[in-house]
């Protein structure tokens, strides 16, 4: 049924069956392979692990233009080097070029985490269209030359299933007896081979009998129009059954996502044990008194995941070339925290200086802000964790800071990024990777999760305005606090219990939040989709500053893409004591 072999005559009366069979094609579901289906899976997932923000309602803003401007720097640059790109600079007018190059994200360039699942077709840039064309119709050449006579095979079965159904109830005739053992025999084959040259003479020769049969049986049962019926009713059920097993697949994906493996519990155990085991003066992380310094880099990440932070924190400092100069802030709430700080003690991270924040520690939070968060009307913990929020009050979080780059956890950083804290930020507040190639996979406009059928959105933004990414951003702390952007972020909250606007998690709240207050940075500061998009090219991994596991396939998780685990597991030493016990390894 695939493959064309259903277009040959093999017989007289067997025209109408072989046209038909090629119109209504049954798919092979064990050779079909499918695309994840993560998109949002992808968009919904920015700093906590999976979570999701509220629904959300934009504010009419009259003041309110789409975000400008952009930055294109040299990786290992020198600090005080600042290269600066004048690609939206013309005349005073935009110019969307970009200069970047391969694909990134995703379908919804997972920058938040988990959202929905929607099927997205994986897209080429337009500079290599014709290769990829050229290479898909070699590689569909190939694979016709290589599997012909399997599909053949495959064909004749569908066809003789179809001449058995004609026959009465209990029929017992010597041509039915025939198709069953023809169909056997086939079935056998098909099981043990997937291309021709595995076939042996033995199969061919039953190809032969099976096609012997068939014409036997078209002109037993000769009514063109009741094998089309017949077919077109497998086709159906076939597709029906393809439809149920994906959608089965994606519940599966999605419950192994949200669950934490068994090894990671155990080892958050371990280091909780050892901690409370300390004395507290034996508790104090080393070089506290550089957390204030502004003439340091300072990093934040918010995260619950011990060994994610780790990655985080090793890649970053491995990839730098003045580490004594990085500091961390490691933000998780009160459960994790002896966790995390008793694996930091036992492995402290160098030259470099980290601290680990309680968030049940920022009494201001829930005194000073209305929470809007908790009104989630779910269980889910994408949905309603409040890690996931942070990234709004990072201005409060670090009152004695001019500027901090914020990363995901499961982000891996790859090469020095000093040069992120000398970009030419033209007075906006945060930084970032844009994602508004029509020709990637990563392509996101603003009206993707945000509801410009309301009056209230359409007349304050710009529906096709440029969008951009969370995982890796430069924010201006200075700048943040003069425009008083947390307050905003609070007015698009409660607005969110009146009239839902936005969708997706908190990737779309900080669009209309930072909307004009964002600068763009080239794409090889930060490739996304590799939690969820397989096709992520090597070239475009390999001279990224920060790849980002985006996507519900973390890199910690057996769901996890195979072949981008690499990049994540060579930072983690598992020959550490906690690691074994736990019998955490890859």
Not at 221 to 233: G, H, N, T
């Amino acid at each position: 049924m695939g493959g064309g072999s259903s277009s040959r005559i093999y017989g007289a009366g067997l025209s109408c069956y072989s046209f038909t069979a090629n119109l209504f094609s049954v798919p092979d579901c064990s050779l079909q392979k499918w695309r994840d289906v993560e998109a949002l899976n992808s968009i919904g997932q920015e700093a906590g692990e999976g979570l999701k923000e509220p629904k959300s309602i934009v504010l009419e803003d009259k003041n309110f233009h789409p975000r400008e401007g952009n930055n294109s720097l040299d990786f290992g640059s020198k600090p005080n080097e600042v290269n600066n790109d004048t690609r939206f600079e013309n005349d005073g007018k935009k110019e969307h070029s970009f200069n970047a190059t391969g694909r990134q994200d995703n379908n919804v360039h997972g920058q938040s985490r988990g959202v929905r699942d929607v099927e997205i077709e994986t897209k080429h840039p337009l500079s290599n269209r014709s290769t990829v064309k050229h290479d898909n119709s070699v590689r569909t050449a190939k694979s016709r030359s290589i599997d012909y006579k399997v599909k053949e095979i495959i064909d004749q079965l569908i066809r003789a299933k179809a001449y058995l159904s004609f026959a009465p109830p209990g029929s017992n005739s010597h041509l039915m007896k025939e198709l069953r053992l023809r169909i056997k025999d086939l079935e056998h084959v098909v099981e043990e081979v997937t291309r021709d040259s595995e076939l042996t003479k033995s199969a061919l020769q039953k190809m032969k009998s099976m096609e012997s049969s068939l014409v036997k049986a078209g002109n037993a049962y000769p009514d063109c129009s009741a094998m089309s019926s017949k077919l077109r009713a497998m086709a159906e059920t076939a597709e029906e059954q393809v439809r149920m097993q994906k959608k089965q697949a994606t519940y599966l994906l999605n419950l192994a996502a949200s669950t934490t493996p068994k090894g990671f519990h155990c080892l958050s155990m371990q280091l909780t044990s050892e901690y409370f085991a300390l004395q507290p003066s034996e508790r104090l992380l080393p070089e506290q008194n550089k957390l204030h310094d502004t003439t340091l880099y300072h990093y934040a990440v918010f995260s619950d995941n011990v060994l994610a932070c780790a990655v985080v924190v090793n890649s970053t400092i491995s990839s730098a070339m003045e580490p004594e100069k990085i500091v961390f802030h490691l933000v998780t709430n009160s459960l994790n925290l002896p966790a995390m700080s008793m694996w930091f003690s036992l492995n402290p991270p160098g030259k470099a200086t980290i601290e680990v924040l309680s968030m049940e520690d920022f009494k201001w939070l829930s005194t000073e802000y209305d929470l809007g968060w908790t009104m989630q009307n779910t269980s889910d913990p994408r949905f309603t964790s409040e890690l996931n929020y942070l990234r709004f009050y990072l201005p409060n979080i670090f009152p004695s800071l001019d500027k901090v780059i914020l990363l995901d956890h499961d982000v891996v950083v790859q090469k020095d990024l000093s040069g992120l804290w000398h970009v030419d930020m033209k007075g906006k507040v945060n930084v970032a990777v844009e994602t508004c190639k029509e020709s990637e996979v990563s392509f996101l406009r603003m009206d993707t999760f945000i509801n410009f059928s309301d009056p209230l959105i359409a007349d304050k933004f710009d529906n096709k305005a440029c969008m951009w990414a969370f995982g890796m951003n430069v924010f201006d702390l200075r700048r943040w606090r003069e425009e008083n952007l947390t307050a905003l972020y609070h007015k698009y909250l409660r607005l969110s219990t009146e009239r839902p606007i936005l969708k997706g998690g908190s990737l779309p709240l900080g669009w209309v939040t930072f909307y004009n207050q964002t600068t763009a940075v080239e794409r090889q500061w930060h490739v996304l989709g590799l939690g969820h998009d397989s096709t992520v090219p090597q070239d475009d991994i390999e001279k990224a500053a920060v790849i980002h596991y985006n996507g519900v396939r973390k890199p910690w998780l057996d769901v996890g893409f195979g072949e981008y685990k690499e990049f994540w597991i060579k930072h983690i030493d598992f020959n550490n004591q906690y690691l074994e016990q736990c019998n955490i390894h890859w």
